[in-house]
């Protein structure tokens, strides 16, 4: 499914979305990118290394990569959300940020399980991707089988990505996930992370549906 909305419509989406990730302390510093699905089914993202973007600062691509009409360059991290859109036609908004609780999950290789109610709603169990060493191709390979299934995966020693229907449900989902984070820290602090049992989640599943 294309985008309806133009391509001014979604930069300006775009700067939005990268303010809020900034302020909230999803990201610091350059780091950090955004993006969405265009109605002629390329995508618009930000530019590398910068910190404050501007709707004139946004890159457009094919999703065979190739810079349209643009004299900034592309995040650093353009392939993999390529791959996102070549493989997920569902998928119309991308965020990618270093929140501290559940960038600290993909450090420590822990999988985030949906230990409380809205987790299983909105990500059910979040898992790690192989490393991959930032900018290169290897990231994009490393997701390209979990994204599948899965609208927000861990980078194992990087950060987080999620994925949504638009940019606004891509960012919920990025709060989401570091709420989940920060909960299951502070249970594990306190002694212990009890999960959901296979038999209240499926509960909340038919619930859901």
Do not use: W
């Amino acid at each position: 499914m294309l985008s309806m909305k133009d391509d001014g419509t979604l930069k300006k989406e775009i700067c939005t979305i990268a303010a809020i990730i900034y302020e909230k302390g999803f990201v610091v510093a350059t780091d950090g990118n955004v993006s969405a699905r265009t109605a002629d089914n390329c995508i618009l993202i930000t530019p590398s290394g910068q910190r404050a973007v501007t709707v004139e600062d946004i890159v457009k691509l094919d999703l065979d990569g190739t810079i349209l009409g643009c004299k900034q360059n592309p995040s650093s991290e353009y392939r993999m959300h390529i791959e996102v859109y070549r493989r997920r036609t569902d998928v119309q908004g991308i965020i990618h940020t270093h929140p501290p609780y559940a960038t600290a999950f993909a450090v420590a290789g822990i999988p985030l399980e949906p230990i409380i109610a809205e987790a299983v709603f909105a990500n059910g169990k979040i898992p790690i991707t192989p490393y991959a060493t930032p900018s290169t191709e290897e990231v994009p390979k490393s997701i390209s089988e979990l994204i599948k299934n899965h609208g927000a995966l861990l980078l194992a020693h990087h950060g987080l990505l999620t994925v949504g229907k638009d940019l606004l449900d891509a960012l919920n989902r990025t709060e989401r996930v570091e709420f989940l984070a920060h909960v299951s820290f502070l249970a594990k602090m306190l002694g212990n992370a009890v999960p959901l049992s296979p038999e209240r989640i499926e509960k909340l599943m038919k619930l859901q549906k």
